[in-house]
């Protein structure tokens, strides 16, 4: 019976995780720029609100960061790279 033997990256993982890590990051920084460039109006409001305060502004990343979890990882690579392709 033949070995398989599993290659590990440079920081210890498996690629395929330390690669999904890295398109799930990418996917996440691609979705918060969209999101205030496209309710940049919306979010001005948010933040000037007389309730508005500075521990706000984390809830506030957290929930546009949890957009990543509505998409497959194959999804997220496929949104990235074409993000890429317009920044090129």
């Given amino acids: 019976m033949a070995k398989t033997t599993n290659h590990a990256d440079s920081n210890g993982g498996p690629p395929a995780e330390q690669e999904n890590k ?3 990051q990418q996917f996440t920084a ?3 720029q969209k999101a205030t460039t496209e ?3 919306d979010l001005a409001k ?3 609100a007389h309730d508005f305060a500075n521990d ?3 809830i506030l990343i957290g929930a546009l960061q949890q957009t990543a ?3 497959t990882e194959g999804q997220m690579a496929s949104l990235v ?3 890429s392709d317009k920044q090129s």
């Fill in 56 to 58: 706000s502004l984390p």
């Fill in 39 to 41: 309710f940049a109006d």
């Fill in 30 to 32: 691609f979705c918060l």
């Fill in 69 to 71: 979890c509505l998409y």
């Fill in 46 to 48: 948010i933040r000037e």
């Fill in 81 to 83: 790279d074409k993000g």
């Fill in 22 to 24: 890295e398109v799930k």
